[in-house]
T-cell receptor, first 112, second 114 residues
Framework: AQSVTQPDIHITVSEGASLELRCNYS??????LFWYVQSPGQGLQLLLK??????LVQGIKGFEAEFKRSQSSFNLRKPSVHWSDAAEYFC??????????FGQGTRLTINP | DVKVTQSSRYLVKRTGEKVFLECVQD?????MFWYRQDPGLGLRLIYF???????EKGDIPEGYSVSREKKERFSMILESASTNQTSMYLC?????????????FGDGTRLSIL
């Protein structure tokens, strides 16, 4: 069965600093991989997705993620965070987009 | 843009009451989902529907039932609400024609059972 782990429950970074959110998964083949963001009181918004091809994928809001098969990871990065990036971030994996397992989430706080 | 609308943002009910949660999508999507979201547990799938009148159990279906009589609407019922069903409930939809189409989420219903 697939599983996904986001090791960091809560991360705090300063505005303008770089960001990396970790996501590790367990799955027998190359899975479908997603990052979603949830602003307070809202549903989840898709940031980016990966299923094949170039292992570095670009998403919305200046985010990118890199698929590393050897490390079973799909970490999310942003070179310079903005106060509006404060939110909760979810990594999701699955054999297809209709059958996903979500990580526990990482809450991001931005210091001014 | 895809619009997934959940009928209530906040609900407060009492133990033993019957609770209805409604979800409507406007993009003619085949697939619809109900999740519950709890702190530290992420999202867990309750039920999934891939067509009208079709449904599959997710990871935590106990205590919930669902109905999909029309393509755009996916309803979930808590027959006799209990305090451990206090949670945020999220509905999502996606097209059914390709495996790689992402799910689109509503804004959620925060349900409190007293």
């Amino acid at each position: 069965a697939q599983s996904v782990t986001q090791p960091d429950i809560h991360i705090t970074v300063s505005e303008g600093a770089s960001l990396e959110l970790r996501c590790n998964y367990s799955y027998g083949a190359t899975p479908y991989l997603f990052w979603y963001v949830q602003s307070p009181g809202q549903g989840l918004q898709l940031l980016l997705k990966y299923f094949s091809g170039d292992t570095l994928v670009q998403g919305i809001k200046g985010f990118e993620a890199e698929f590393k098969r050897s490390q079973s990871s799909f970490n999310l990065r942003k070179p310079s965070v903005h106060w509006s990036d404060a939110a909760e971030y979810f990594c999701a994996v699955g054999p297809r987009a209709q059958k996903l397992v979500f990580g526990q989430g990482t809450r991001l706080t931005i210091n001014p | 843009d895809v619009k997934v609308t959940q009928s209530s943002r906040y609900l407060v009910k009492r133990t033993g009451e019957k609770v209805f949660l409604e979800c409507v999508q406007d993009m003619d999507h085949e697939n619809m989902f109900w999740y519950r979201q709890d702190p530290g547990l992420g999202l867990r799938l309750i039920y999934f529907s891939y067509d009208v009148k079709m449904k599959e159990k997710g990871d935590i279906p106990e205590g919930y039932s669902v109905s999909r009589e029309k393509k755009e609407r996916f309803s979930m019922i808590l027959e006799s609400a209990s305090t451990n069903q206090t949670s945020m409930y999220l509905c999502a939809s996606s097209p059914g024609d390709r495996d790689n189409q992402p799910q689109h989420f509503g804004d959620g219903t925060r349900l409190s059972i007293l």
